[in-house]
T-cell receptor, first 124, second 107 residues
């Protein structure tokens, strides 16, 4: 079964940085698009970033472009999100999600499998 | 960016009812549309992708249709476990925008 386990969330001051990780298992990691989606408790879903199976296609939401960097290590079945210049608006639960490359469009696709999420709180 | 709207924002229906939720894109997106269910306190769950393809394990009372700019999610026989917020998401091109959600309750 597909298993995604996020880590790295926590409390950080405005302007600070954080690195989220997602450990994947149960599927052929290098054949799947990987995505970060965030959700503020009680609010809707916001797509943050996606990276294609070989890292060729990378996309970011305008709200994080220039501050966040997505990356993956296919040798370790791992996904990362480096977050810099954090603001209160970045406070959310961050989910790692995935879907087979064959059902996506240039590294963009739906999210069929989700991790449990990791909470990021930006506050002084 | 292509914007997504959903209607209604909330609805209340009886067990056994047929429920329809609409999602509209501000530009044509072919059939690159997904539907998700998020029950209270749970993770989002993919129901449908490519506008009408049911994700594995999803009950057949859920169905999707549409192409271009107008899409619908239909629950043919509403069950108590279907109480949730439903989101559409387009993925024809980045950013793959989510709709604002439709909250479904039982009368």
């Amino acid at each position: 079964d597909v298993l995604l386990v996020e880590s790295g969330g926590g409390l950080v001051k405005p302007g600070g940085s954080l690195r989220l990780s997602c450990a994947a298992s149960g599927f052929t990691f290098n054949s799947y698009v990987m995505t970060w989606v965030r959700q503020t408790p009680g609010k809707g879903l916001e797509w943050v970033s996606s990276i294609s199976d070989r890292g060729t296609f990378i996309n970011y939401a305008d709200s994080v472009k220039g501050r966040f960097t997505i990356s993956r290590d296919n040798s370790k079945n791992s996904l990362f999100l480096h977050m810099n210049s954090l603001t209160a608006d970045d406070t959310a639960i961050y989910y790692c999600a995935t879907f087979p490359t064959a059902l996506t469009v240039f590294g963009v696709g739906p999210s069929g499998y989700w991790g449990q999420g990791t909470l990021v709180t930006v506050s002084s | 960016d292509i914007q997504m709207t959903q209607s209604p924002s909330s609805l209340s229906a009886s067990v056994g009812d047929r429920v329809t939720i609409t999602c509209r894109a501000s530009q044509g997106i072919s059939t690159y549309l997904a539907w998700y269910q998020q029950r209270p306190g749970e993770l989002p769950k993919l129901l449908i992708y490519l506008a009408s393809t049911l994700q594995s394990g999803v009950p057949s009372r859920f169905s999707g249709s549409g192409s271009g700019t107008d899409f619908t999610l239909t629950i043919s026989n509403l069950q108590p476990e279907d109480v949730a917020t439903y989101y559409c998401q387009r993925y024809n091109i980045a950013p793959p925008t989510f709709g604002p959600g439709t909250k479904v309750d039982i009368k």
